[in-house]
């Protein structure tokens, strides 16, 4: 799986949008962006994934590059409860073998401060 | 749905003795994936299956540590003899084959 890069922590306002980059310059033609988050003390909590095209859920927007080589992963209106940290994991959806493998690196804490 | 169900949350044990971990996943989902997360190492995947079968196993870290998956709504994840290192938090994921990861709350395990 193509390496991500995030920053280690980010800081937002309670009501405003959290944008949250990921870099993931390696990325193959066959790769989905996947983001997922974990708040204290929970288990990891899937948010979106992606190929090529921005998508949109519930919980949040992700905009994918041209190049696919990054991504950016939108909380619009950004609440306490949405303190958390949040990977960014590039992997294949192909059948079989290890594809289905999630490699959790790091991450960003993102911080929603009153 | 209920998610992911795991079983204990918490679980306090003496090294030597035999841990078993469950996981009940989402009904549908035709994978399912065990995970260690520490401070030092993060979450590690250990083990994954799908319909039941265990797919790549390369994450479990020796002998002592065994998975198996019985049927479609159960696994078991199993420490014998548990050592101290062994303490973390492990988490049971289930998922289709389009969908995310869906995970558990994660059973905390310490071993004294």
């Known amino acids: 799986d193509a390496k991500t890069t995030q920053p280690p922590s980010m800081d937002c306002a309670e009501g405003r949008a959290a944008n949250l980059p990921c870099n993931h310059s390696t990325i193959s033609g066959n790769e989905y962006v996947y983001w997922y988050r974990q708040i204290h003390s929970q288990g990891p909590q899937y948010i979106i994934h992606g190929l090529k095209n921005n998508e949109t859920n519930e919980m949040a927007s992700l905009i994918i590059t041209e190049d696919r080589k990054s991504s950016t992963l939108i909380l619009p209106h950004a609440t306490l409860r949405d303190t958390a940290v949040y990977y960014c994991?590039?992997?294949?959806?192909?059948?079989?073998?290890?594809?289905?493998?999630?490699?959790f690196g790091k991450g960003t804490l993102l911080t929603v401060n009153p | 749905d209920a998610g992911v169900i795991q079983s204990p949350r918490h679980e306090v044990t003496e090294m030597g003795q035999e841990v078993t971990l469950r996981c009940k996943p989402i009904?549908?989902?035709?994978?399912l994936f065990w995970y260690r997360q520490t401070m030092m190492r993060g979450l590690e995947l250990l083990i994954y299956?799908?319909?039941?079968?265990?797919?790549?196993d390369s994450g479990m870290p020796e002998d002592r540590f065994s998975a198996k998956m019985p049927n479609a709504s159960f696994s078991t994840l199993k420490i014998q003899p548990s050592e101290p290192r062994d303490s973390a938090v492990y988490f049971c994921a289930s998922s289709s084959r389009t969908s995310g990861q869906f995970f558990g709350p994660g059973t905390r395990l310490t071993v004294l």
């Open positions: 009904s549908g989902h035709d994978y």
């Open positions: 994991i590039v992997r294949a959806l192909n059948s079989g073998g290890s594809n289905y493998k999630l490699t």
């Open positions: 299956f799908n319909n039941n079968v265990p797919i790549d």
